[in-house]
């Protein structure tokens, strides 16, 4: 962050470093930025629908859920973030399912999902 403030990539590494420990009213704050400056990518919003589930504001998360599946309609989301959205949406079925289509096309960010608490669930 203090080499490049732009970069997406910190931005969102800021957001999860705030959420792993429960400090999720920080991490809202800091997932804005990240969401303006990417154009709400998928990773962003995955998070901000992890951070709203853990904060019981489940309402929050579907909403979140909603924007990427209907986004997907249009264009490439890939299944990972969606799945992890469901899930803090508590739509598991729906998680489960895409999990299972981010698995068969290979998507490598299944790999974090043991370390990112957005998908915990």
Known sequence: ??????NFLGRWALVEAL????????ALVAVEPALM?????????????????ARGAYDAAHAVYHELTSRGKTGYIESA????AAAAAGR????????????????TFLLYWRA??????
């Open 1 to 6: 962050m203090d080499l490049d403030a732009e």
């Open 19 to 26: 959420a792993m420990p429960g400090r999720y009213e920080e």
């Open 37 to 53: 400056m990417s154009g709400r990518h998928p990773w962003a919003l995955s998070a901000l629908a992890g951070i709203h589930a």
């Open 81 to 84: 973030s969606q799945a992890a």
């Open 92 to 107: 598991m079925e729906e998680a489960l399912s895409l999990a299972a289509e981010g698995a068969e096309r290979r998507e």
């Open 116 to 121: 990112f608490p957005d998908w915990a669930a």
